[in-house]
């Protein structure tokens, strides 16, 4: 066949054309995929805000400070209005490139800044993402509560097909925001500032003193010489990288968690090893008696553990019950038990646990019907009665209490005893018996509940008296309060808990959830929100273990408010 017929057929034309089409979107899927692909990179992300005029504190000390550290933030550098969530990156990602940021959301890129730059550059390992938290009291809030965190962010580039959703996790200054960072610090309970006074200024002078960072004197006012130790104590431990960034010199937060961290690290260094005695010496032994001799004892630092050491350390374990004479096992040895007796009289002597006579306020005077008895198989009684009641709490006990000993309750001991680790499986010696080991279990968890009773009562008292004066103090000229026009009810006083909340919940009562536990003593987060997220989760958990409502974390239904827990926390709002 001649060659020239074959190319002018048009049946070949027709499949020439088909295969250059198909190369052809072959190659934009490529390219396309090439330019939308998606990729994990690390980057370290700080935030700001936006002051205003008349905020309780501002960062630098002032609002002018603040707004040359922050700048005025009503547009971004590409036009768009701030809001919270939008992110300012360096010149390399172009305006609209969109990124997953763990704990903000979905964002885009929308803004510059001159201390976001790429790795490499001002001593940075990673490129730099700011991210904007909002206006006044409440961004600043946030903006301190985030500080400055290395994280994996996805980059997906410019995709109109991806939706910004910026989340925040509850936005309200969420809790995931702090759950890393705000410990429930035992010295600096609040932030310090340039500019304020006071004893907790006096204290952070001291500790500044102490660690190297503050030559002045311990005159109780967050000066000039106070903020600059600040920031050189915050650049020592990579808080912020220059007196220029954001939360420089301001004693916020993530410096309050650190600086105790450092404290604590220092005390502990000074503590002696365990596990120390007869004919032993060195620095282990000099520490030992330092510590003894600082609590009292007569004891020499010879750093030899001679018989005045001896006698000194079964002084101490008889004083504190470790040993009751001379021939027990252990008696004048430095072992593991005397070891922690001896950090808590410490921590107590140092007055590291110093707090305001209000938040220490503790009830030591709780009595309670604690078991006395060893039971077993076969017994009968109310103690049987009583312990079959207990279980029940725990849900371990599924039948009503009998008051005899039979094969239910000795499998639902065997749980309970598994569950605090007292034995590993029912084979094990002592498995379904209520004996000394086990009797401590359940009396601990007994004194426990009944304190933590007291503590609420007294916290819920003194909330109601709260509550009543300021109802008085809202009463308008025009309500007049009589028999006839009492004081209305807030809707706090009518509302109980109806519905079931649990990790990622939101809405109002997941906020008056907060409220109530932190009236009661178990919400550790510095603010409340709308989210119930893992702060709002443990101090369910925490409620529910003094309520003897779970045993454990591992228990069903731990963390989550469910009926029984509703009907409990109910009865006490």
């Known amino acids: 066949m001649d060659i020239r017929q074959i190319q002018i057929n048009p049946h070949y034309k027709q499949v020439k054309l088909t295969i250059l089409i198909i190369i052809g979107l072959l190659s934009y899927f490529i390219l396309y995929d090439i330019a939308h692909a998606s990729y994990v990179q690390t980057f370290t992300i700080s935030a700001y805000y936006s002051p205003i005029p008349g905020q309780n504190k501002y960062v630098t000390g002032s609002y002018e400070g603040d707004i040359r ?123 310090l500032w340039y500019g304020v006074s006071g004893d907790k200024v006096g204290i952070l002078q001291d500790y500044l003193i102490e660690l190297g960072y503050y030559k002045g004197k311990t005159d109780k006012f967050y000066g000039d010489a106070v903020y600059k130790a600040v920031i050189a104590f915050q650049i020592d431990q990579g808080i912020v990288d220059n007196q220029e960034e954001f939360g420089a010199g301001y004693f916020g937060p993530q410096t309050r968690s650190k600086i105790e961290a450092v404290i604590d690290k220092r005390k502990k260094e000074n503590l002696p090893a365990s596990n120390l005695g007869r004919d032993d010496s060195g620095d282990e032994v000099k520490k030992l008696q330092e510590a003894l001799k600082k609590l009292g004892y007569d004891i020499e630092v010879s750093g030899i553990y001679d018989e005045k050491t001896i006698d000194a350390v079964f002084e101490f374990q008889k004083e504190n019950e470790i040993v009751d004479q001379e021939e027990d096992l252990g008696a004048g040895y430095f072992g593991p038990k005397t070891f922690t007796k001896l950090v808590e009289k410490l921590a107590a002597f140092n007055g590291e646990n110093t707090v305001e006579i209000e938040d220490a306020k503790v009830i030591t005077t709780v009595s309670y019907n604690a078991f006395t008895k060893n039971l077993k198989l076969g017994d009968k009684g109310e103690d049987v009665k009583r312990l079959q009641q207990e279980l029940k709490k725990f849900n371990l006990f599924r039948t009503e209490p009998t008051g005899y000993y039979g094969e239910v309750t000795q499998h639902a001991l065997a749980k309970f005893q598994q569950k605090k680790g007292i034995i590993e499986d029912i084979e094990n010696p002592g498995s379904g018996t209520f004996g000394p080991k086990t009797r401590d279990s359940i009396n601990s968890i007994l004194g426990y509940r009944e304190n933590t009773k007291a503590l609420i009562a007294d916290k819920t008292n003194k909330f109601n008296s709260e509550k009543v004066l300021i109802a008085d103090t809202t009463t308008t000229i025009n309500e007049t309060v009589t028999a006839e026009n009492p004081v209305k009810e807030t809707v706090a006083d009518k509302i109980a808990f109806n519905i079931e909340l649990s990790l990622g919940s939101t809405g109002d009562q997941v906020k008056m959830l907060q409220e109530n536990l932190k009236k009661l003593g178990f919400y550790k987060g510095s603010l409340t929100s709308d989210y119930f997220g893992e702060i709002t989760k443990d101090a369910v958990i925490a409620f529910q273990k003094a309520n003897g409502i779970i045993l454990s974390e591992e228990d069903e239904g731990a963390g989550l408010l469910g009926p029984k827990t509703r009907e409990v926390l109910n009865s006490l709002i």
Request: aromatic share 10%; proline share 4%; glycine share 16%.
């Open 69 to 191: 550290l922050n700048g005025g933030g009503v547009h971004s550098a590409d036009g768009t209005p701030v809001y919270p969530g939008m992110i300012a990156a360096p010149s390399s990602y172009a305006f609209g490139t969109k990124m997953s940021i763990p704990g903000i959301g979905i964002v885009a890129v929308h803004d510059r800044g001159g201390a976001i730059v790429h790795s490499g550059q001002r001593g940075n390992s990673f490129d730099r993402l700011d991210v904007w938290m909002g206006y006044g009291d409440a961004g600043l809030g946030r903006a301190l509560s985030w500080g400055k965190r290395t994280v994996s962010v996805t980059v997906y580039g410019i995709d109109p097909n991806i939706e910004e959703n910026v989340y925040l996790e509850g936005f309200e200054i969420a809790e995931s925001f702090v759950r890393n960072i705000i410990v429930q610090q035992k010295i600096f309970k609040e932030d």
